[in-house]
């Protein structure tokens, strides 16, 4: 079984500048979180959603971040403009999303630098 | 809201040696996963260890194994007979039931093993 994709792996950008993050979940899995893991510190949830429907977005800076889930599938996450303490490793992961759902599969993450 | 709180932020162990790493969360809610994951400098999250709040017995797995005290919500890890791979950030987390399951996790524990 393909695991959950992320792309890129790095991505340094300069302050003011925007950037996107794409998330390809395990086939099926219903649930889709992107998470902000900062140096040192646990990963805090940005947005969740079930299906293409967002769950929980009440971490999420809406002033300069956006995501969507195109028809359930795939997912970006956007940064505009970022700011330097958005430097932080970007998680994805995905869930089988129903009442028995025990496991949340992470991707590798992309590692963003704004300078 | 639930809350996961890791109070010790760096643990060092010998090989071979065995070593706890503890975990306490809050939540108003019965029913509930709880997770250990692990993540090497490769960052790709790994998960060690679940345990279903329903279930009395501790979960174990090879050298892993947990504590689980429900009444007094605390939910602490022990490896045994540890190995150099091991050295990683340890992550407890605590996961909603139902669809849409939330996953919260803690701040973190980083483990070296040493030789």
């Known amino acids: 079984e393909a695991g959950v994709a992320q792309s890129p792996r790095y991505k340094i950008i300069e302050k003011r500048q925007s950037v996107a993050f794409w998330c390809n979940p395990i086939s099926g899995h219903a649930t889709l979180y992107w998470y902000q893991q900062i140096l040192g510190q646990g990963p805090k949830l940005l947005i969740q959603?079930?299906?293409?429907?967002?769950?929980?977005d009440s971490q999420l800076p809406k002033d300069r971040f956006s995501a969507e889930r195109l028809k359930g599938v795939d997912s970006t996450l956007k940064i505009q403009p970022a700011k330097l303490e958005d430097s932080a490793v970007y998680l994805c992961?995905?869930?089988?999303?129903?009442?028995?759902?025990?496991?949340?599969?992470f991707g590798q993450g992309t590692r963003l630098t704004v300078v | 809201a639930q809350t996961v709180t890791q109070s010790q932020p760096e643990m060092s162990v010998q090989e071979a040696e065995t070593v706890t790493l503890s975990c306490t969360y809050d939540?108003?809610?019965?029913?509930?996963?709880l997770f250990w994951y692990k993540q090497p400098p490769s960052r790709q999250m790994i998960l060690v260890i679940r345990?279903?709040?329903?279930?009395?017995q501790n979960a174990t797995e090879n050298r892993f194994s947990v504590n689980f005290q429900k009444a007094a919500k605390s939910f602490s890890l022990k490896i045994s007979d540890s190995q150099l791979g091991d050295t990683a950030m340890y992550f407890c987390?605590?996961?909603?039931?139902?669809?849409?399951?939330?996953?919260?996790f803690g701040t973190g524990t980083r483990l070296q093993v040493t030789l």
């Open positions: 939540t108003s809610e019965n029913n509930y996963y």
């Open positions: 959603f079930q299906n293409n429907g967002v769950v929980d």
């Open positions: 987390a605590f996961m909603t039931t139902g669809t849409a399951s939330k996953l919260t």
């Open positions: 345990q279903e709040a329903y279930k009395q």
């Open positions: 992961a995905s869930s089988e999303g129903d009442r028995w759902n025990t496991e949340a599969f």
